[in-house]
């Protein structure tokens, strides 16, 4: 069960992270400031179990934490939930007595700085097959490919990649490991210029044959669905539990500013304010139900999870629960700027960046077609790595 803790947001660092939200997006930069905030605050320690001088938090803690903050600051929320994954995976496995990931762990407790290098041109399955190669050398493992929407790119100093070892083409493995900044042929290309969750800086990584020593190797699986461990479903499980919490704390905040905004708004045609017109008050609603179905869903998914409970269809239950969330966000940013006016439109309108910061979620994986595919194959009893995929 989860253990109550005091946030490590406070309200005045919440402000100022507001303040800059706009700016960071407007010059296209890093949220640098946020980060070294509320790395000072502790937000980068919450899933570092106490004995390592972090806060202990559960992914149940860790999501509402995310949540909040990405009422403030979403592209902020969204860039540190790629360390705190990572921590939180290797945290549940040693709460569990699986010591193999502890080394994470220690080293974040050192200050290193995790990040995600999953996303890849020409890989629609992400984390589970990739289009970068692996090749077994003395020692540990060579890996060359181009990695994408590599979040927190000037800061990372660990990036957990996965790549494919093909060297038996009938039976190709994932290698799931962690790459220094500073190993020779890691090479980061500035290409973040983007419609939205700007603040991010998810640069390309470009790796030429960047060496992961066998100590940063966390695991060697088989391809495909088949080598979905405890480790793929443990950084799935935080990265899409946070991914849904980032963009419901968007949506939060979207219905605050619609309701101030059309309770000051006034018409010729109304004698009170547009709060009055019925369908004002409808739009609304709208909004107010979609909430009230995503934050339960999340946290079910959170605590059952915690439990230790996970139902063999859990991956058809993660990407479901992704999908409800990141759709209802963008549902409902597209109907606040209905409700707007022209107003919405402004860039001076926070509504303008939210509705733009909203469809980034989309992308994120699993995006819909691959959403539908894994939803629709488990519930019909495919297995999801059957040849041909369609056909």
């Not at 592209?75 to 939180?88: C, D, I, K, Q, S």
């Not at 739009?283 to 230790?308: C, K, R, V, Y």
């Not at 597209?334 to 979620?361: Q, T, V």
């Given at each position: 069960?989860?253990?109550?803790?005091?946030?490590?947001?406070?309200?005045?660092?919440?402000?100022?992270?507001?303040?800059?939200?706009?700016?960071?997006?407007?010059?296209?930069?890093f949220?640098?400031?946020d980060?070294?905030?509320?790395?000072?605050?502790?937000?980068?320690?919450?899933?570092?179990?106490?004995?390592?001088?972090?806060?202990?938090?559960?992914?149940?803690?860790?999501?509402?934490?995310?949540?909040?903050?990405?009422?403030?600051?979403?592209?902020?929320?969204?860039?540190?939930?790629?360390?705190?994954?990572?921590?939180?995976?290797?945290?549940?496995?040693?709460?569990?007595?699986?010591?193999?990931?502890?080394?994470?762990?220690?080293?974040?407790?050192?200050?290193?700085?995790?990040a995600?290098?999953?996303?890849?041109?020409?890989?629609?399955?992400?984390?589970?097959?990739?289009?970068?190669?692996?090749?077994?050398?003395?020692?540990?493992?060579?890996?060359?490919?181009?990695?994408?929407?590599?979040?927190?790119?000037?800061?990372?100093?660990?990036?957990?990649?996965?790549?494919?070892?093909?060297?038996?083409?009938?039976?190709?493995?994932?290698?799931?490991?962690?790459?220094?900044?500073?190993?020779d042929?890691?090479?980061?290309?500035?290409?973040?210029?983007?419609?939205?969750?700007?603040?991010?800086?998810?640069?390309?990584?470009v790796?030429?044959?960047?060496?992961?020593?066998?100590?940063?190797?966390?695991?060697?699986?088989?391809?495909?669905?088949?080598?979905?461990?405890?480790?793929?479903?443990?950084?799935?499980?935080?990265?899409?539990?946070?991914?849904?919490?980032?963009?419901?704390?968007?949506?939060?905040?979207?219905?605050?500013?619609?309701?101030?905004h059309?309770?000051?708004?006034?018409?010729?045609?109304?004698?009170?304010?547009?709060?009055?017109?019925?369908?004002?008050?409808?739009?609304?609603?709208?909004?107010?139900?979609?909430?009230?179905?995503?934050?339960?869903?999340?946290?079910?998914?959170?605590?059952?999870?915690?439990?230790?409970?996970?139902p063999?269809d859990?991956?058809?239950?993660?990407?479901?629960m992704?999908?409800?969330?990141?759709?209802?966000?963008?549902?409902?940013?597209?109907?606040?700027?209905?409700?707007?006016?022209?107003?919405?439109?402004?860039?001076?309108?926070?509504?303008?960046?939210?509705?733009?910061?909203?469809?980034?979620?989309?992308?994120?994986p699993?995006?819909?077609?691959?959403?539908?595919?894994?939803?629709?194959?488990?519930?019909?009893?495919?297995?999801?790595?059957?040849?041909?995929?369609?056909?």
């Open positions: 069960m989860t253990v109550a803790h005091s946030s490590v947001l406070s309200e005045p660092l919440l402000q100022r992270c507001r303040e800059r939200a706009p700016i960071y997006d407007r010059d296209n930069r949220f640098q400031e980060f070294e905030e509320l790395r000072d605050a502790g937000y980068l320690r919450m899933a570092l179990p106490r004995e390592l001088g972090g806060l202990g938090m559960t992914l149940g803690e860790v999501a509402r934490e995310t949540r909040l903050l990405a009422q403030h600051a979403p592209a902020t929320a969204l860039g540190l939930n790629m360390h705190n994954y990572w921590l939180g995976n290797a945290a549940d496995h040693l709460r569990r007595g699986d010591t193999s990931l502890e080394w994470i762990l220690r080293e974040a407790a050192a200050g290193e700085i995790f995600a290098g999953h996303a890849e041109h020409g890989n629609d399955i992400p984390g589970l097959l990739s289009t970068t190669r692996a090749e077994r050398v003395d020692g540990g493992w060579r890996l060359t490919g181009k990695k994408s929407f590599g979040s927190l790119s000037p800061v990372w100093t660990r990036l957990g990649v996965h790549a494919m070892d093909v060297s038996d083409p009938a039976a190709p493995k994932i290698v799931h490991g962690f790459l220094a900044r500073e190993t042929g890691v090479t980061i290309k500035e290409s973040w210029d983007v419609l939205g969750m700007r603040a991010t800086r998810s640069d390309d990584t790796l030429e044959n960047a060496f992961v020593p066998d100590r940063y190797v966390a695991r060697i699986v088989p391809a495909g669905a088949a080598g979905a461990d405890s480790f793929v479903i443990g950084f799935f499980t935080w990265a899409l539990v946070n991914f849904a919490n980032v963009y419901y704390g968007l949506g939060l905040r979207v219905r605050d500013l619609i309701v101030d059309v309770k000051s708004k006034s018409s010729l045609a109304v004698t009170r304010s547009m709060a009055y017109h019925p369908e004002i008050q409808h739009g609304i609603a709208e909004i107010a139900i979609e909430l009230e179905a995503i934050g339960p869903h999340i946290d079910t998914m959170a605590a059952i999870w915690e439990s230790g409970a996970v063999p859990w991956f058809l239950k993660l990407v479901a992704k999908y409800h969330a990141v759709e209802g966000a963008f549902r409902i940013a597209d109907r606040a700027l209905d409700l707007s006016g022209g107003f919405g439109m402004f860039k001076k309108s926070e509504l303008e960046r939210l509705f733009r910061d909203s469809r980034a979620g989309r992308f994120h699993a995006n819909s077609a691959l959403t539908h595919e894994i939803v629709g194959k488990i519930a019909l009893g495919i297995n999801p790595d059957e040849q041909p995929r369609w056909g």
